[in-house]
């Protein structure tokens, strides 16, 4: 009954732009950390972005620094990453998870996670 559920993602074209979601169902989020995992076809899972529990520490791949943005609404049970500029080699399933983590830079570098969502297509296309 633990569950992650991430939307938002789709087609977009290069430079666009497009915002997923990770809704928790069955528990708060308000003590764990949160982080957005992609895996690229032909490249291994990697960590994009991750944020604290209370929103104040955050950690960015160098590939997606200055064009994504991870947020967090406890109030609403939902993190966000808004991608902006997108690149084609920024295809990829994107996944949502949780944990309850020292550090983000543990959470994005290590994988430090207890909880995964089911993840959501991204493809930038022309």
């Known amino acids: 009954q633990l569950q992650l559920v991430e939307s938002g993602g789709g087609l977009v074209q290069p430079g666009g732009s497009l915002r997923l979601s990770c809704a928790a169902s069955?528990?708060?989020?308000?003590?764990?950390?949160i982080g957005w995992f992609r895996q690229a076809p032909g490249k291994e899972r990697e960590g994009v972005s991750c944020?604290?529990?209370?929103?104040?520490?955050?950690n960015y791949a160098d590939s997606v620094k200055g064009r994504f943005t991870i947020s967090r609404d406890n109030a609403k049970n939902t993190v966000y990453l808004q991608m902006n500029s997108l690149k084609p080699e920024d295809t990829a399933i994107y996944y949502c998870?949780?944990?309850?983590?020292?550090?983000?830079?543990?959470?994005?570098?290590?994988?430090?996670?207890?909880?995964w969502g089911q993840g959501t297509q991204v493809t930038v296309s022309s």
């Open positions: 944020i604290s529990s209370s929103g104040g520490s955050t």
């Open positions: 998870a949780a944990g309850l983590i020292t550090t983000v830079q543990a959470m994005c570098v290590m994988g430090q996670t207890d909880y």
């Open positions: 069955g528990f708060t989020l308000d003590y764990y950390a």
